[in-house]
């Protein structure tokens, strides 16, 4: 009997403390994230220009519309090869950074420094600066492609590498984000463990597979999904490199969805393609996410 | 794991709660304060406008009524030159009128129109507000944002707006909007240097243009300088060729659903594009250059490209860079004609109206009044008039050719009087899903990545599933 | 002795490719920095002609000098107030929402975490009508208060993502041990969890500081006047409907980035003294 009074108390400090520490993020996020949520999904189910006080309610006309839409489900599989290959450029990459800062210590502060500034620049200067060094004359791949006797390169203005050329900026731009929070994940791990380690003999290499690698790794399975989630709601530089050409070829699922929804007066569809979205990218993370945890269970 | 579970559970729970009010919905449209029902409110007719009371006019001039009112205005002055222009006839209007308070929002370009869609859509739109006419137009004015000024234009006007500029502001039988943004054609500006040291003169036919490609190429020169990443820049190619093959009558029949955008002046364009891109007429990765960076105007600066069809306002951004440079190297041409064409070959391909401003005022005589005031008595001026033609720029009014000093601008104005009719570009006249359709085919066509027919037959069938509904 | 001496050769040579590389990315990341402050000192005509990757002909800053007349300081206050109003709200109350969705077991922790994964895959585009109807009925239209309520809640679904997996590293025993002691769980939060979050939080801030810092769709829709707005809207003064002056936009947007540049020296060092923080939990 007093045990479980003791349990029950327990229980319900726990949810008192659980509903006061959560109470302002969950207000936040009904009022901005929610109410949208449940807007865009209204929207869906109309036929409306976006301006006009007369939206024409459809049912799932747009749904149906949407589901053999093929610039969505290719800009779907263009969001995905996004995906992957963001995942596997970036990821490797910042570890292979973090871990040269974590073990140089202050000396190699300047590269840190250094290596951050993509993720400080807009994406309009990055847009611009890109365009020029990737362009077919004069480019820096033209260039090296001479060098060794082969022709101009033609990278954005032709697809598919149109779309892995905007891939790589975007790898340039975010590594640095996912090498400060790695470095973060580093300064977790206790001097102590390193130490211990070092004294029983392991180099550095050892320590970082059989030590710092497995403590990191529920880290780098957050990353993933951060990763995965961003490049899934990608927008900013294909909209800024490409606008989605040639044609149509390098559109990415939010960047289909803005056209229709601000250039083309298909708010109605536009809001479809964004409720889509938000469904297919939310059960990929979730799917993965769970695929993940069946796999490391570190994560409470 | 129940997240997937509690996810779909929510999602379901969505999306029937969004089923069931967006039935509700259909019983009570959304009541915003200023848009309903103005779409079927007639225009105020036009026999009874004509007498009115005295206060209204002073010697037959209209006046803005006296009483305290506010305009909000949203423009896009928001750089040189416009940023100098443009408040200052807001600044002239306030100091006639002191009752008058004018809230001027200057707007991007590139983000205006998103701007504007979420404004309107929110129930806040501005009371005037710029657009390019054409189909975002036709759009704005279906969905209420626009009172017809069709009296006021016609009894209380005094510029003489060119015949085609109000052409483009009317639609079903009304005109909707002032012009003042000045016209704009597109022709080719070339390097007169250039064309001197290889003894070229100016080509007065496609053939002779071909002619003159191959002479540049062999020399070394880019034939064209084009950036194409923005797709509307190649769609001038295609719009002239397609102009010079059939005339305007070719395009509008399409439009109108009794011709097609299959027909032979179409293909003519789409096949001569690609024979020009084969040749090499074009940079090499002319669709990943970007018009916006520069990319174009880079080509002719470094004097690598010889030639680049664009839009007349060219001559004002190239002077701004340089004027010693642009003075001494740029000369421009019209657009060559189709050697035995049976079509109109003068049309040029352009705009009478750069911008203009259409008027929110549902019921409100007063206020529709004071932005009519404001749009044609300080804007349009003599003047803004000068102001604009000092910048570059060149006001859609008769007479304005007069006094042009600048010898390119002479030109455009020349071919616009000349020119029996004005082909007004595709993506600023089509309906907006069908101009994006447009764009991208027309920028496949120079990636050689679609055939001309192919990227016509899905041109088409866009313009038919927009005219379907 | 001969396996110690090979080991130290293998790690000398292991370092010198290691440094080799990382310069490799120092220069990938520096040098279109570098660009962009060489392109800030040209004038638009010099810049496409000579191209884009050349040395200015004179560092003269006629552009700067062109960017500060047109009253960007107005726009960089806008800034800093929404970036601190809004890291310090995001920043409590990630922290305080982390730390029973790391630490505690209760009913609803399933349906919280899958909303805020919902939150996260939302396209903000298809917020900003919602978004804006709500800062008109409220008043804040126009000013720079409308920001922070977007600002604060769109970083909200990373931060306690990142922040949550953070704090479950935390070993159960450290708190367990201050349970025993009497502490209850508002306690063990400020005594315990937020210490040992430390360098969790600064990672929290530089990443969410440099996203507020450099954000333009809300600050385009939610703002129109320069009474508030911020600094990635300064560059539109040089946009116009047909040209834009490209040097100019450069040195705005490098006015734009030295601040951040700034805070994130000051805060790497906090960094640093998390890993302190990780010596003494051990």
């Not at chain 2, 200057?106 to 929110?122: G, P, R």
Request: overall charge negative.
């Amino acid at each position: 009997m007093d045990n479980v009074s003791l349990l029950n108390s327990r229980q319900k400090s726990t949810r008192i403390a659980a509903t006061v520490f959560l109470s302002p993020v969950i207000l936040l996020m009904l009022i901005y994230i929610i109410y949208p949520i449940f807007s865009t999904f209204e929207i869906s189910l109309n036929e409306w220009n976006g301006i006009s006080a007369n939206k024409v309610f459809v049912g799932l006309e747009n749904w149906k519309t949407l589901v053999k839409d093929e610039v969505f489900w290719k800009a779907f599989l263009n969001n995905i090869i996004l995906m992957v290959c963001s995942i596997l450029l970036q990821m490797p990459l910042a570890v292979a950074l973090a871990t040269f800062l974590d073990a140089g210590g202050k000396k190699v502060n300047i590269y840190k420094v250094a290596w951050f500034l993509p993720l400080l620049m807009s994406s309009v200067a990055i847009g611009f600066l890109f365009s020029y060094a990737l362009a077919t004359t004069g480019g820096i791949v033209t260039t090296i492609s001479q060098a060794f006797g082969g022709g101009k390169v033609d990278l954005l203005g032709r697809a598919p590498q149109a779309l892995y050329a905007v891939i790589f900026v975007v790898a340039w731009q975010y590594t640095p984000f996912y090498m400060i929070y790695f470095l973060a994940g580093y300064s977790n791990i206790s001097i102590d463990i390193y130490e211990a380690t070092i004294i029983d003999g392991a180099t550095r290499g050892q320590y970082f597979r059989h030590v710092a690698l497995p403590l990191l790794r529920p880290v780098i399975y957050t990353a993933c999904i951060l990763s995965l989630i961003g490049s899934l709601k990608y927008f900013d530089l294909i909209y800024v490199m490409t606008g989605g050409g040639p044609g149509t070829a390098t559109d990415l699922m939010a960047t289909y969805m803005y056209k229709m929804s601000f250039k083309t007066f298909r708010m109605g569809y536009g809001s479809t393609v964004a409720a889509g979205m938000f469904v297919l990218v939310t059960g990929i993370a979730l799917v993965i996410q769970r695929l993940l945890k069946v796999r490391d269970s570190v994560d409470g | 794991m129940r997240l997937t579970k509690v996810f779909s559970l929510l999602l379901a729970i969505v999306m029937v709660l969004a089923l069931v009010a967006g039935c509700g919905e259909k019983v009570a449209p959304a009541a915003d304060p200023k848009t309903p029902a103005k779409t079927e409110e007639p225009a105020p007719k036009k026999d009874d406008a004509a007498p009115v009371e005295s206060t209204v006019t002073e010697d037959g001039k209209l006046k803005a009524p006296d009483k305290d009112m506010k305009i909000v205005l949203w423009d896009i002055a928001t750089a040189e030159p416009a940023v100098t222009i443009q408040p200052a006839a807001v600044e002239r209007f306030k100091a006639a009128y002191p009752n008058i308070e004018v809230d001027n929002t200057h707007i991007q370009n590139d983000t205006y129109k998103e701007k504007l869609v979420i404004a309107m859509s929110s129930g806040q739109c501005p009371d005037m507000y710029i657009h390019w006419t054409g189909g975002p137009m036709n759009e704005y004015i279906d969905s209420g944002f626009g009172v017809p000024i069709t009296d006021l234009m016609e009894n209380y006007c005094d510029v003489p707006f060119l015949e085609a500029a109000l052409a483009q502001c009317t639609y079903k039988g009304d005109i909707y909007a002032v012009p003042y943004g000045g016209l704009s054609g597109s022709g080719v500006y070339y390097n007169k240097k250039i064309f001197t040291e290889l003894g070229l003169s100016v080509p007065q036919t496609i053939g002779e243009l071909e002619a003159a490609c191959e002479t540049l190429k062999s020399n070394g020169y880019i034939p064209f300088a084009l950036a194409n990443q923005s797709k509307w820049t190649g769609s001038m190619y295609f719009m002239y060729l397609a102009t010079r093959f059939g005339g305007v009558d070719e395009f509008n029949k399409a439009v109108a659903g009794t011709g097609s955008f299959e027909s032979e002046a179409f293909e003519f364009a789409g096949n001569k594009i690609q024979e020009w891109v084969r040749a090499g007429y074009f940079p090499e990765g002319v669709n990943s250059l970007s018009p916006d960076d520069g990319q174009d105007r880079q080509l002719m600066y470094t004097e690598e490209a010889a030639m680049m069809l664009h839009g007349t306002w060219q001559s004002g951004a190239m002077k701004g860079d340089n004027e010693e440079w642009y003075l001494d190297s740029i000369d421009y041409f019209a657009f060559p004609k189709l050697e035995g064409s049976t079509a109109n070959q003068n049309i040029v391909v352009g705009t009478s109206v750069g911008n203009a401003f259409s008027f929110n005022t549902g019921d409100d005589e007063d206020l529709r009044r004071a932005c009519f005031v404001l749009a044609t008595q300080f804007y349009n001026d003599d003047t803004y008039n000068q102001m604009q033609i000092e910048s570059g720029g060149l006001p859609s009014i008769e007479g304005m050719g007069d006094t042009l000093t600048d010898t390119t601008m002479q030109k455009v104005w020349a071919d616009f009087s000349s020119a029996t009719n004005v082909q007004l570009w595709y993506d600023q006249y089509l309906p907006p899903e069908v101009s994006e359709v447009h764009k991208s085919t027309s920028q496949e066509i120079f990636g050689l990545t679609k055939t001309p027919a192919e990227a016509n037959k899905e041109l088409q069938a866009a313009l038919e599933k927009y005219l379907a509904k | 002795m001969d396996k110690y001496v090979k080991e130290k050769i293998k790690s000398r040579a292991a370092w010198a490719v290691a440094f080799i590389l990382a310069s490799v990315w120092f220069l990938a990341t520096v040098l279109p920095f570098i660009y962009m402050v060489m392109n800030s000192f040209k004038g638009q005509f010099e810049m496409l002609k000579k191209g884009v990757f050349q040395l200015p002909d004179s560092w003269y800053p006629a552009n700067y000098i062109d960017v500060l007349q047109k009253g960007i300081s107005s726009y960089f206050i806008h800034s800093v107030i929404v970036l601190v109003i809004s890291l310090a709200i995001l920043l409590s109350i990630t922290a305080c929402a982390s730390y029973p969705l790391s630490r505690m077991r209760f009913k609803l922790r399933n349906a919280v975490y899958a909303l805020i994964v919902a939150g996260m895959s939302i396209p903000i585009h298809v917020t900003l009508i919602p978004i804006f109807k709500m800062s008109t009925k409220l008043g804040v239209y126009d000013s720079i208060w409308a920001l922070i309520g977007p600002y604060v809640t769109f970083t909200i679904p990373i931060s306690c993502y990142i922040l949550t997996s953070f704090m479950a590293t935390i070993p159960k025993e450290v708190e367990e041990s201050a349970e025993i002691d009497g502490c209850n769980k508002f306690r063990n939060f400020f005594s315990i969890i937020l210490p040992l979050s430390k360098s969790g939080l600064s990672t929290l801030a530089i990443y969410n500081g440099v996203s507020i810092w450099n954000e333009f769709s809300f600050a385009n829709t939610l703002t129109q006047s320069k009474r508030a707005k911020t600094l990635p809207l300064a560059i539109q003064s040089f946009q116009g409907e047909y040209t834009m002056n490209i040097p100019v936009i450069m040195a705005v947007l490098v006015l734009t980035v030295l601040p951040m540049i700034a805070l994130f020296i000051v805060l790497q060092d906090k960094l640093v003294k998390g890993l302190m923080a990780g010596a003494v939990k051990g």
